[in-house]
């Protein structure tokens, strides 16, 4: 199934697409989308096995980025400025490799497969989690500052892993992320070798996805690395990143 | 002057938010910038920043209350 797209904010300027990342879907963009609409029309979907859209394929990387790519060949939205945190990361830079023409410009939050390995751990725990108290805890992971993380969203997730194929999903796009960097190699050299805009922001104390400074060097772009911020730099600091963001953006046109 | 804490616009598909926790007390002093009220949603809790530098003058919208985009939550005197 073709993930619906979102108009999240925003009537006016260029398309800008919103990836979000594992286990989240098109509604993780509050603390952002608005700020962004300001220079351009933003939307927003659900990445297969999150939200509204079924897994697709076994929950591959290549999975993902082709749903994503029928998804805006479908609405007809591109190319895109594409803004994308963790697994929507990888699936930007897959996209971007795949099919450049779609693509504007890559801003790439904590992306899965460009940093260190992804918690191995996490990612065992997170999708296998049957209690409040356990993804709260995993949960808790992700940000530099525990209130940040609200019983509302720990009630979300458990009701997400509990509906009819939400666990299978999660398991099954953890398996791909726990091998991400060699997966994603291919694409990240693809991008790396081309003249596309990207923009990379990271937490210095994200300890998910953790920044490896050689390796972003190599991908090459500019970059903003947040001080303090663990793996949700865009709601953590969110206005420095939304400033960030729409500068870029701007820059571009 | 009174500034207002408004709950900003959120997006299209979004149209109320709960108050979580005020930081500040009525009567602190907060920073221009600095984090005032954690808001949250099922999907994103995140903290509103002081308009102005002043004093907390006082709280409208308590912690676990439902508000809408738009309102006002609280009030600076700078």
């Known amino acids: 199934m073709t993930p619906a797209i979102h108009a999240a904010a925003g009537t006016d300027g260029p398309a800008i697409l919103l990836l979000h990342?594992?286990?989240?879907?098109?509604?993780?963009?509050?603390?952002?989308?608005?700020?962004?609409?300001?220079?351009?029309?933003?939307?927003?979907?659900?990445?297969?096995?999150?939200?509204?859209?079924?897994?697709?394929g076994a929950g591959l990387l290549a999975d993902l980025v082709a749903s994503v790519e029928g998804?805006?060949?479908?609405a007809g939205i591109g190319p895109v400025h594409l803004v994308a945190h963790s697994l929507g990361g990888a699936?930007?830079?897959?996209?971007?490799?795949?099919?450049?023409?779609?693509?504007?410009?890559?801003?790439?939050?904590?992306?899965?497969?460009?940093?260190?390995?992804?918690?191995?751990?996490?990612?065992?725990?997170?999708?296998?989690?049957r209690s409040?108290?356990?993804t709260d805890a995993l949960l808790k992971r992700l940000v530099s500052r525990p209130r940040l993380i609200n019983r509302l969203m720990v009630a979300r997730v458990q009701a997400q892993l509990q509906a009819p194929g939400?666990?299978?999903?999660l398991i099954a796009i953890a398996e791909e992320l726990g091998q991400i960097g060699s997966v994603i190699e291919p694409a990240f050299q693809a991008v790396a070798a081309s003249a596309l805009p990207r923009l990379t922001i990271w937490g210095d104390a994200d300890t998910i996805v953790p920044l490896d400074r050689?390796?972003?060097?190599?991908f090459g772009g500019e970059s903003l690395i947040v001080a303090g911020a663990a793996h949700l730099p865009h709601i953590e600091s969110a206005r420095a990143v939304n400033e960030r963001l729409v500068a870029w953006v701007a820059a571009q046109a | 002057m009174d500034v207002n804490i408004v709950l900003p616009q959120l997006g299209n598909e979004i149209e109320e938010a709960q108050v979580d926790a005020w930081l500040k007390k009525v009567g602190d002093w907060v920073a221009k910038g600095e984090q005032?009220?954690?808001i949250t949603t099922p999907k994103v809790t995140f903290e509103i920043e002081a308009?102005?530098?002043?004093?907390?003058?006082?709280?409208?919208?308590e912690a676990e209350e439902i508000v809408t985009v738009g309102a006002i939550l609280g009030i600076v005197e700078s």
Do not use: C
Not at chain 1, 71 to 74: H, L
Not at chain 1, 166 to 169: D, K, N
């Open chain 1, 166 to 169: 939400g666990r299978e999903g």
């Open chain 1, 214 to 218: 050689e390796r972003l060097a190599r």
């Open chain 1, 21 to 56: 990342g594992y286990g989240s879907d098109h509604l993780s963009w509050l603390a952002n989308q608005q700020q962004l609409a300001a220079v351009g029309r933003v939307y927003a979907l659900d990445l297969p096995g999150h939200g509204e859209t079924p897994l697709a």
């Open chain 1, 132 to 134: 409040l108290e356990e």
């Open chain 2, 36 to 38: 005032i009220v954690v």
């Open chain 1, 71 to 74: 998804a805006i060949d479908a």
């Open chain 1, 91 to 129: 699936v930007a830079i897959g996209l971007a490799a795949a099919r450049p023409d779609l693509v504007r410009s890559l801003a790439l939050i904590a992306p899965s497969g460009l940093g260190a390995a992804v918690d191995a751990a996490f990612l065992q725990q997170y999708p296998r989690s």
């Open chain 2, 51 to 61: 308009p102005e530098a002043g004093t907390l003058k006082s709280i409208l919208a």
